[in-house]
């Protein structure tokens, strides 16, 4: 069974910090999603990262896909309380496998 | 993106019955399409798969029987939840597969919150 593990699972920072949650596998993915989900409504494909070593920007957030295709991460630059979120990375498996493996979450609150 | 819609948003209804909650993929085909159950402060919940004109495959643990879900067109899924419980109770989501792309990308609807009294 593939397993991604995500830390931190909760954090907590004041507006203006850094921050960088992992995800973490002993399997290989095809591709890394990373998903911002808000109270009540269903999780936002932020990202998607395919190659090993990729690494996208999208504003203040940069994701990285690791070399090994095994890991990725998401830091985010000068936080605001506009990120506070569910965020959750998802791992495409190898060989065409239709469903998804997701992290157990990342609950990140921003205090102004 | 690749927009999903679902139907209803909320819901409540009494035990003993049944309720039907609609997946609808807008501007694209999906031929396959996830239904998962989230607890509170928790991960999704893989709950089952389905495939446009076949069955669906449901994850180890989830009755099929009293979790129906039916996939009759390319865009659009439905899952049945029947003799609802008060267990039931939770936020369900839907989720399409874009195959139209070179890469593997899925997308949520908003979500369905369901209340059994």
Not at chain 1, 47 to 58: A, N
Not at chain 1, 65 to 71: N, P, S, T, W, Y
Request: net charge neutral; with cysteine; aromatic share 10%.
């Amino acid at each position: 069974t593939q397993l991604l593990e995500q830390s931190p699972q909760f954090l907590s920072i004041q507006e203006g910090e850094n921050l960088t949650v992992y995800c973490n596998s002993s399997s290989v993915f095809s591709s890394l999603q990373w998903y911002r989900q808000e109270p009540g409504e269903g999780p936002v494909l932020l990202v998607t990262v395919v190659t090993g070593g990729e690494v996208k920007k999208l504003k203040r957030l940069t994701f990285q896909f690791g070399d090994a295709r095994k890991d990725s991460s998401l830091h985010i630059t000068a936080a605001q309380p506009g990120d506070t979120g569910l965020y959750l990375c998802a791992g495409a498996p190898l060989g065409g496998a239709q469903k998804l493996v997701f992290g157990q979450g990342t609950r990140l609150t921003i205090n102004p | 993106g690749a927009v999903v819609s679902q139907h209803p948003s909320r819901v409540i209804c009494k035990s003993g019955t049944s309720v039907k909650i609609e997946c609808r993929s807008l501007d694209f085909q999906a031929t396959t399409m996830f239904w998962y159950r989230q607890f509170p402060k928790q991960s999704l919940m893989l709950m089952a798969t389905s495939n446009e004109g076949s069955k669906a495959t449901y994850e180890q643990g989830v009755e099929k029987d009293k979790f129906l879900i039916n996939h009759a067109s390319l865009t659009l899924s439905t899952l049945t939840v029947t003799s609802a419980h008060p267990e039931d109770s939770s936020f369900y989501i839907c989720s399409a597969r874009d195959w139209t792309g070179p890469i593997y990308e899925q997308y949520f609807g908003p979500g369905t919150r369901l209340t059994v009294t």
